[in-house]
């Protein structure tokens, strides 16, 4: 059973989108907080109605995003 629902999170256009890794969701913000309030709405309605349990989770699991940076902002040529 899982206790955390991980998304991806990328900056693009000035639009922060989240892909979930272990979780059908995708949604956006145009800031980074927008995105953060999107994100726990969208898993709220995910699990609306649903036992956390029957869709592989653990009764009260946590959100971990993570966020890409760009090279260009590092300094890598690649």
């Given at each position: 059973m899982k206790n955390i629902i991980q998304f991806f999170v990328s900056n693009e256009d000035n639009t922060y989108t989240a892909e979930?890794?272990?979780?059908?969701?995708?949604?956006?913000?145009?800031?980074?907080e927008e995105l953060m309030?999107?994100?726990?709405?969208?898993?709220?309605?995910?699990?609306?109605?649903?036992d956390s349990a029957s869709l592989g989770?653990?009764?009260?699991?946590?959100?971990?995003?993570?966020f890409e940076l760009p090279a260009n902002l590092y300094g890598s040529k690649a």
């Open positions: 979930g890794v272990n979780i059908p969701i995708v949604t956006e913000g145009k800031t980074f309030t999107n994100i726990i709405d969208a898993v709220k309605l995910f699990f609306k109605g649903e989770f653990g009764p009260m699991p946590s959100i971990l995003t993570s």
